[in-house]
Structure formats: C-alpha cells, structure tokens
C-alpha cells in the first residue's frame, strides 16, 4: 500500500520489520519481499543496502526447485 503511494520510507520500515522475523525464510512471498525492499531502498538512497538484498534474492534457492515467481500475492 505505501509503495503505491510512493511512501517508501514507511514502506521500508514495515518490510524491515518483515525481513527481521526469522520465518521470513519460510515465507512464499520472501522473494517478492525482497524485491520490494530493493526498490525501497534504491528510492530513498541507499545503494548499498538495494545491492545487499539484490545479492540476497539472487543466492535464493529451494530443495524442490519450485518457481515461486509465478505466484505474485502483491502486485
């Protein structure tokens, strides 16, 4: 919802809180989380922290080789 506003600082603060739950890791949705946390952080700025998830989504993998991709929950 503040994506879509453009209110990406809240926005960055709400995924902040989802990223430290550590069932994140178990979460359908973590690497769409992920990528919603990149374009946060590259609009407010921080390059550094966007290229530290990109990396984080990149190194993603499952023991089932499941393409969660194509289950988008947030559009």
Do not use: H
Not at 25 to 54: D, H, V, W
Request: charged share 20%; hydrophobic share 35%; glycine share 6%.
């Amino acid at each position: 919802m503040y994506m879509k506003g453009k209110k990406y600082k809240k926005a960055y603060e709400y995924l902040q809180i989802i990223l430290n739950d550590p069932l994140v890791y178990s979460m359908q949705i973590f690497p769409e989380i992920l990528e919603m946390t990149i374009q946060c952080a590259e609009k407010l700025g921080f390059g550094e922290q966007a290229n530290n998830y990109r990396n984080q989504k990149t190194s993603l993998w499952n023991e089932y080789s499941i393409d969660v991709g194509i289950f988008y929950l947030f559009n």
